[in-house]
Structure formats: structure tokens, C-alpha cells
């Protein structure tokens, strides 16, 4: 926050900010503030949310209650509200989401009926100008929790995941990709990944190549392996590993064309406060400024002034498992972490959205004890 004070020499702009200090020694505290916004009409974690091109954001499916839902709501930072749309044609949570050039949104994938057990490949478009879903062609792998990538070309990839869910996590993961042709509905295998894992992140590079980080086994193990994925060739090779094997991670594109990773959970089965950048001109990773707060299932956003914030997660130690409302801002200038504002409510498994205003939405989730309906605005 600015302190202006209008046609006022230096020496007033010291005193005035000495004297604010003193009546309120906060007043210069790092970082930005959350601020209560409408509730959604149905609490859910699990979610998919994506942009609108009319400056809405919707989000989709997720989970209440042990149950998929079908739901659909959209908020409008006009009127700080949300508005019920046309359901999913298949409940769903743990999907994915994409934005296409025409403003249709892909949803794909996700776990089913109670997600201890079954995943979907079903695949469906959202047509944000009637509120309504229609199905489209279905993916060759049932999945959840994989990555999903808008490619320069305007086709979407989709990688690994997990093929099935059980009270330990991933029942089985898979290393086959696949491509959605907007123009045709259709998706067609292209070369699977050296290593099948679930739970990964996938980065779009600016070269144009995805990179893929992380990531469970077979065995509930966290992988150190990446990959890369040239969309010209359909084929994958193996660059630099991470120094930390993790997964529930999260991955995001600096303006620097490096790859900032961070957190997740490590080899001991805890969470890491460790973060990564990738160099795509070396294709060697490097730490960086260690988080203030270990955490996984958190989100990440890049912000239109260049910094990162991260919100949210689960702490998870060897003996508990604390769902966290704090929040911190990398700069990748300094390399440094910070913590700012704190959300007003705890929660893991919910979503992240930059908004046009360059505030953040952040909807949902569940708390210690239950999903949530609130959502929370991130003023930078």
C-alpha cells in the first residue's frame, strides 16, 4: 500500500509516515490482504475454476460430502456474487480444466461416485454465453490428477495421472498422453512418458515444449525425474532431475522462462518447504529461497507484478496434518520468500483464479473438518 500525500515536500511524507508507524505499527507490514466475497451455493473441494473471457470465473465439479458433484457456479466480480449454471453431464472432482482459443472451456477426466475407487475419461465443453455443458470425445485413459497444457497450436495435452484412487492415494498411475483436437473433438495418443506418475505438474515452456516434474509411482513414491515433451515429434525426453523428489507440488512459469517449483511432499512422506527453478537453457534445477511454511495441496498464482503467491495447503508433519490459511510471495528478483496476509479461513483442495483486476479469487476448499462454500479476494 502507497501512502500519498499530494503536493507535499519529503520532509511531511518522513513525519506523516513516522507518525502512522507509530499509531499503527502495521501499517507497512509486508505483502497484501484477503477480504471476504460471496459464498458459493454449494460448498466443494476439488474443484475445477478457469477465467472467462467476460471477466467471470467458473468453476465446476469437485467433491462434498464424499460424493462427486455435478454442479456449476460462476462469480461475477461486478456484483461479487455467484449464480448457479447448467450441471456437468458427469460429476466429477480431481479434473481439469482449460480455457480454448474460442472461449469454450475443456473439462476432462477426474474421479467419480465417491473417488475411492473409480476414474472417468469423459470429456466436456462449457459454453460460457448459455451457461450449458456438452459432452465431447472421451480420452483413451481414465484418469485424475494429471496435467493438462493448452499447447501453441491450440490443442490440448493431457499426461499421466492417476487411473484409480483408494484410501492410500493413487491405486495406479499411468505414463500414456494424449492430444484434444478442438476442430474434431477427438483425442489421439501421442508418445507416452518414461515414467507414469500421477499427481505431476506440466508447464508450458516458451519454446513451446511442456515440462513434466514429480510426481507419485506406482508405490506412492515421490520421483525426482522430469521430462520433456516436444509437441513437433510427439515424444518425450528426460532432462534434469529435481533435487527433491516430491509431489502434490506446484509449478509456474516466471517471466524469466524459468520454472519455480515448490513444496509438496518429500521422500519421508512429509511436506518440503524446498522450491526449485528450472533453467530450460540448461535444463538443470537449482534451489531457491526455502518457503516459511512446508505445505502441499496449495495453490500457486502469478501475478501481474511479477511475483508468486502461494495460498493455502496441508502442513504435514510425521505425527499431524494442519490445513493452513497463511499465504507468501516469491520474487524472483531476490529469490526470496515472504509471508503476507493470511486468508480468513484455512483450506486445502480449493482454487486460485487472477482475475482481470489482477486480485485473486480463491473459492472453496475443505477446512479441518468439512468442505467449505466461502470464498476469499487477494488484493496484491
Known amino acids: 500500500m502507497k501512502l500519498r500525500i499530494a503536493n507535499s515536500p519529503l520532509p511531511m511524507i518522513v513525519m ?38 467476460n471477466g467471470s470465473v467458473v468453476v465446476a465439479g469437485g467433491e462434498n460430502n464424499n460424493g462427486a458433484i455435478a454442479s456449476t457456479e460462476v462469480y461475477s466480480p461486478m456484483t461479487s456474487s455467484w449464480s448457479k449454471s447448467g450441471n456437468l453431464n458427469t460429476a466429477r472432482s480431481g479434473a481439469s480444466a482449460v480455457l ?7 473439462v476432462a477426466g477426474g474421479c467419480i461416485s465417491n473417488c475411492l475407487g473409480a476414474t472417468t475419461a469423459t470429456a466436456e465443453l462449457y459454453n460460457s454465453t448459455n451457461g450449458s455443458w456438452s459432452s465431447t470425445g472421451s480420452m483413451a485413459r481414465a484418469r485424475t490428477y494429471f496435467g493438462m497444457v493448452l499447447l501453441s497450436s491450440g490443442k490440448v495435452l493431457v499426461i499421466g495421472g492417476c487411473t484409480s484412487l483408494n484410501s492410500n492415494g493413487c491405486g495406479g498411475v499411468t505414463a500414456a498422453a494424449e492430444v484434444f483436437d478442438p476442430s474434431s473433438g477427438k483425442w489421439t495418443p501421442t508418445g507416452p512418458m518414461h515414467a507414469a506418475r500421477g499427481n505431476l505438474t506440466a508447464t508450458l515452456l516458451p519454446n513451446g515444449k511442456v515440462l513434466v516434474a514429480g510426481g507419485i509411482d506406482a508405490a506412492n513414491n515421490p520421483q525426482a525425474t522430469a521430462e520433456l515433451y516436444n509437441p513437433t515429434t510427439g515424444k518425450w525426453t528426460l532432462t534434469g532431475s529435481l533435487n527433491v523428489a516430491r509431489d502434490e507440488h506446484t509449478a509456474v512459469l516466471l517471466s524469466t522462462g524459468k520454472v519455480l517449483v515448490a513444496g509438496g511432499e518429500n521422500s519421508a512422506s512429509v511436506t518440503t518447504n524446498k522450491t526449485e527453478l528450472y533453467n530450460p537453457s540448461t535444463g538443470k534445477w537449482a534451489f531457491t529461497g526455502n518457503l516459511n511454511v512446508s505445505r502441499l495441496e496449495h495453490t500457486v498464482t502469478m501475478l501481474m507484478n511479477g511475483k508468486v503467491l502461494i495460498a493455502g495447503g496441508n502442513n504435514v508433519t510425521a505425527n499431524t496434518t494442519t490445513v493452513l490459511a497463511s499465504a507468501e510471495l516469491y520474487n524472483p528478483s531476490t529469490g526470496v520468500w515472504t509471508k503476507t496476509g493470511s486468508m480468513r479461513q484455512s483450506r486445502v483442495g480449493h482454487s486460485a483464479t487472477l482475475m482481470s483486476s489482477g486480485k485473486v479469487l480463491v473459492a472453496a476448499g475443505s477446512g479441518a473438518n468439512n468442505e467449505l462454500a466461502s470464498a476469499e479476494i487477494y488484493t496484491p
Open 100 to 106: 480454448l482459443p474460442s472461449g469454450s472451456v475443456l
Open 16 to 53: 506523516a509516515a513516522a507518525l502512522l508507524a507509530v499509531l499503527n505499527p502495521s501499517a507497512f507490514a509486508a505483502g497484501g490482504t484477503w477480504a471476504l466475497t460471496g459464498s458459493l451455493r454449494n460448498a466443494r473441494d476439488g474443484q475445477t475454476a478457469t477465467f472467462l473471457p
